[in-house]
């Protein structure tokens, strides 16, 4: 498939809690191995997320779930109060342990979620969800 809308890296981040791929209208993360995620150590991730989409331009965060780390989804709910532009979460599973713990992590968020066994078809996902909202002609 033919992704429509501009998919070009326009930046990559290296924080604490790991690297973030930052493009037009969506990001994906790949979190450290055995780091810790929470609301309060995402502050600067917040801020770059606000830097790009502030909260009006829609975007898409994908977590790429390379490696294994905790996470604490009740910061879902603080968190699309910040961005009212969030569109979408999904993930990337590549076992059926982060699969289940995905899942888990669906009942915590307020967006349009989605699981996916590649990046790839995470990518195509972003197109169903922005090109729509691109396109008000």
Known sequence: ????????LINKHKLAIGLFYFYN?????????GGIVTFENSTDL?????????TTTPFVYISNRK?????????HFKTSK???????YGVVAYDAINNKVAT???????TDTKI??????????????ILPLLNTD
């Open 1 to 8: 498939m033919v992704h429509n809308f501009n998919k070009k």
């Open 25 to 33: 209208n969506h990001i994906v993360s790949e979190i450290k191995e």
């Open 46 to 54: 917040f801020k770059l997320i606000h830097s790009y989409y502030g």
């Open 67 to 75: 490696n294994s780390y905790s996470f604490v989804p009740t910061g």
């Open 82 to 88: 910040l961005f009212p532009n969030f569109m979408g």
């Open 104 to 110: 888990l992590e669906q009942s915590f968020v307020e």
């Open 116 to 129: 996916f066994d590649t990046l790839d078809d995470a990518m195509i996902w972003i197109d169903e969800i």
